[in-house]
């Protein structure tokens, strides 16, 4: 079975600045997808990122990046140049080939943006 | 508008009661999901479908029954036997291993 770590349950940043959210995982799996996904106070799941495991090179979408490390199971994200509308809960996720590609999930993060 | 709607947004049942929660997509995925959320707690898997007329359970299906239909509709029945029925409703479909999520519904059972 497959499980997703999130060890840091709240964090701080202030506005303008980097902050790394830690993720690790545990499969038996070479190819596989990772995720990261925001969820604002609306409740709403946000996709921020996604990074396909046979690919070596991390995957980044504007502000955001992540630092996959395979060998290490540990699948990051850091948010640079932070905006108060950051302010959410992250969730990572892992895509389960034996259950129809549903998402495992780690507990979340809580950010905080403060000004 | 192509998406995924939940309804309602908030929905009160008295303990006993079965009670059904609606998630239409006209994205024409083929794959459905349903995901509680509890406070603390990441989304965990209730039932999932990859075609129509057929249903898997999740890891925590025990409560609650699904079904498919119609490739558009994937409604949850949370049903008397759900312990802890009271929790945030996460539908989902999924393409190109993506998901997509619904907006939710809150379920409160008193």
């Known amino acids: 079975a497959q499980t997703v770590t999130q060890s840091q349950p709240e964090m701080s940043v202030q506005e303008a600045e980097t902050v790394t959210l830690s993720c690790t995982y545990d499969?038996?799996?070479?190819?596989?997808?990772l995720f990261w996904y925001k969820q604002p106070p609306s409740r709403q799941m946000i996709l921020v990122i996604r990074?396909?495991?046979?690919?070596?090179q991390n995957a980044t979408e504007n502000r955001f990046s992540v630092n996959f490390q395979k060998a290490a199971k540990s699948f990051s994200l850091k948010i640079s140049d932070s905006q108060l509308g950051d302010t959410a809960m992250y969730f990572c996720?892992?895509?389960?080939?034996?259950?129809?590609?549903?998402?495992?999930f780690g507990k979340g993060t809580s950010l905080l943006v403060t000004p | 508008d192509g998406g995924i709607t939940q309804s309602p947004k908030y929905l009160f049942r008295k303990e006993g009661q079965n009670v059904t929660l609606s998630c239409e997509q006209n994205?024409?995925?083929?794959?459905m999901y349903w995901y509680r959320q509890d406070p603390g707690q990441g989304l965990r898997l209730i039932y999932y479908?990859?075609?129509?007329?057929?249903?898997q359970k999740g890891d925590i299906a025990e409560g609650y029954s699904v079904s498919r239909e119609k490739k558009e509709s994937f409604p949850l029945t949370v049903t008397s036997a759900q312990k802890n029925p009271t929790a945030f409703y996460l539908c989902?479909?999924?393409?190109?291993?993506?998901?997509?999520f619904g907006p939710g519904t809150r379920l409160t059972v008193t």
């Open positions: 989902a479909s999924s393409e190109n291993y993506e998901q997509y």
């Open positions: 499969t038996s799996e070479n190819n596989y997808y």
């Open positions: 990074q396909e495991a046979y690919k070596q």
């Open positions: 996720a892992f895509m389960k080939r034996d259950s129809g590609y549903a998402l495992n």
């Open positions: 994205l024409n995925h083929d794959a």
């Open positions: 479908s990859q075609i129509v007329n057929d249903f």
